[in-house]
């Protein structure tokens, strides 16, 4: 096996954060994961990297997982069922099944990370969240080194959420993930405000999923900074729900507060909107601050340590406590 020393892991995280791993290996088959398990169990698993904010160097062996293919299980004249790889980019993933006519993940286009971890936080935007397309997850048992597979229902599933970032948090690597896609009658979701003024201004009636995936791609393009261009984890916390009652009292100061029903006790607000209204929005702290156009993403300009984001994160979180009364949960993982 291919071991390698003191190597950075500022390429290997889409925030750019320039921390070390000690020891460092990529694995490109669950043979080879299976074998590395018989002898280190103690790793830091690394995959799209998209989804966490480096703090410090890493100490364990660091595994660069990368393990890549795609295969249909079994096909009809409506639907497709699919088993992608672990290693798979995902907008590849997804621009290849537009470039097919398989429809279903057309709304999360662009998203950053790979297939193998779009199961843990079930990502989700546009009106459409992953969970809906996914029959079943396998992933490795780390303490058995076996195989084991996870059907929908096991998983879990919430908003940004699933049973890989609760109950079996670090006790399995997934490595492939199914999916059962439509061949027609795709069930387009068009309805959130952003796609259907994309679409209208280009004319655009009967979308098909290109259309979808162009809109989104445009929309994102706009909104969400490129990690290629400006490090950063997409969205820095999850959207907080809060109870009716407080919402109520909330708006009769803020008039335009934005807000999505969730029961008749709980409602959704913009986290973004929160941060925009307590003044971070587009503000630059040297290396670090938060993206000019969407306040729920901070962003690495360069140079920034996981450190100072995390403090910047912190000290959101405090403000928007002091000023609403709301608690701003973190979604990417902090690794310190
Ligand atoms: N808003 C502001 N200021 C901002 C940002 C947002 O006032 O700086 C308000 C606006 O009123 C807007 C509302 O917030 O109408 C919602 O904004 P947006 O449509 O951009 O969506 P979001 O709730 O901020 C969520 C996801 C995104 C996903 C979009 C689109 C979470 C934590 N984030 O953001 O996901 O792309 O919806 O569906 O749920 C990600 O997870 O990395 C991510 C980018």
């Known amino acids: 096996m291919n071991f390698k020393e003191n190597i950075s892991l500022k390429n290997y995280n889409t925030f750019g954060i320039s921390v070390h791993a000690k020891r460092f290996i990529t694995v490109d088959s669950v043979y080879q994961l299976q074998q590395l398990l018989k002898v280190e169990k103690d790793i830091f698993l690394i995959s799209g990297g998209s989804n966490m904010l480096l703090t410090k160097d890493i100490e364990k062996l660091v595994v660069h997982l990368d393990i890549k293919g795609i295969s249909i299980d079994n096909e009809d004249e409506n639907t497709v069922y699919l088993t992608v790889n672990a290693g798979e980019n995902w907008h590849e993933f997804v621009l290849w099944c537009v470039a097919e006519n398989y429809g279903g993940i057309e709304n999360l286009s662009l998203i950053p990370g790979n297939v193998g971890t779009c199961p843990i936080q079930n990502i989700g935007a546009y009106g459409v969240e992953v969970k809906d397309t996914i029959t079943k997850v396998e992933a490795?048992?780390?303490?058995?080194?076996?195989?084991?597979?996870?059907?929908?229902?096991?998983?879990?599933?919430?908003?940004?959420?699933?049973?890989?970032?609760?109950?079996?948090?670090?006790?399995?690597?997934?490595?492939?993930?199914?999916?059962?896609?439509?061949?027609?009658?795709h069930i387009l979701n068009s309805s959130y405000g952003a796609i259907n003024t994309e679409l209208t201004s280009k004319n655009i009636t009967k979308p098909t999923l290109k259309d979808i995936s162009d809109a989104v791609i445009a929309i994102r393009k706009s909104k969400l900074p490129d990690p290629k261009e400006i490090g950063n984890s997409g969205s820095f916390f999850k959207n907080p729900v809060i109870a009716t009652t407080q919402f109520l009292e909330l708006q009769k100061d803020y008039t335009n507060i934005p807000s999505y029903k969730i029961s008749e006790t709980e409602v959704k607000i913009p986290a973004g909107w929160l941060i925009e209204q307590a003044g971070f929005k587009g503000k630059r702290y040297g290396n670090y601050g938060i993206h000019e156009k969407q306040a729920l993403v901070l962003v690495n300009y360069g140079n920034a340590t996981g450190k100072e984001i995390y403090l910047l994160a912190k000290k959101i979180q405090q403000n928007i406590l002091d000023k609403f009364g709301i608690s701003l949960e973190i979604e990417v993982n902090i690794i310190q």
């Open 140 to 185: 490795i048992e780390i303490a058995r080194g076996k195989l084991v597979q996870f059907s929908n229902e096991n998983c879990n599933f919430g908003y940004r959420n699933s049973i890989f970032k609760n109950e079996v948090k670090g006790k399995y690597i997934i490595t492939s993930v199914s999916f059962k896609l439509t061949k027609r009658n």
